[in-house]
Nanobody, 127 residues
Framework: QVQLVESGGGLVQTGGSLRLSCATS????????MAWFRQAQGKERELVGG????????DYADSVKGRFTISRDNAKTTVTLQMMNLKPEDTAVYYC????????????????????WGQGTLVTVSL
């Protein structure tokens, strides 16, 4: 069983920056395709950014391109989402998600494609 432990998040003013981290448990972590999703109140869960198991391929929501960067460490067991120039519309609960990659470098965009989820961390961007 894979466990995802999130850290980071909190309250920040418009234009500020935050970093979210997600650590995986066990040796299988390095073979997982990982992503960050978010869910704002009253809205559906949406992909923010995803990175392939190798770290060579990444994909983002159009709304965060150029502002957010997803990366994974050399051991490939921790994924970081660096968020810059935050806007009030970025306010949401952010979830780390993972799926077994089977050595594919594809990044999946739908929540239904993921097998494992973190507990979520709240990001609030004030005016």
């Amino acid at each position: 069983q894979v466990q995802l432990v999130e850290s980071g998040g909190g309250l920040v003013q418009t234009g500020g920056s935050l970093r979210l981290s997600c650590a995986t448990s066990g040796r299988a972590g390095r073979l997982l395709m990982m992503a960050w999703f978010r869910q704002a109140q009253g809205k559906e869960r949406e992909l923010v950014g995803g990175v392939s198991w190798s770290g060579d391929n990444a994909d983002y929501a159009d709304s965060v391109k150029g502002r957010f960067t997803i990366s994974r460490d050399n051991a490939k067991t921790t994924v970081t989402l660096q968020m810059m120039n935050l806007k009030p519309e970025d306010t949401a609960v952010y979830y780390c998600a993972a799926r077994r990659s089977y050595y594919s470098d594809r990044v999946y965009r739908t929540a239904q494609s993921y097998d494992f989820w973190g507990q979520g961390t709240l990001v609030t961007v004030s005016l």
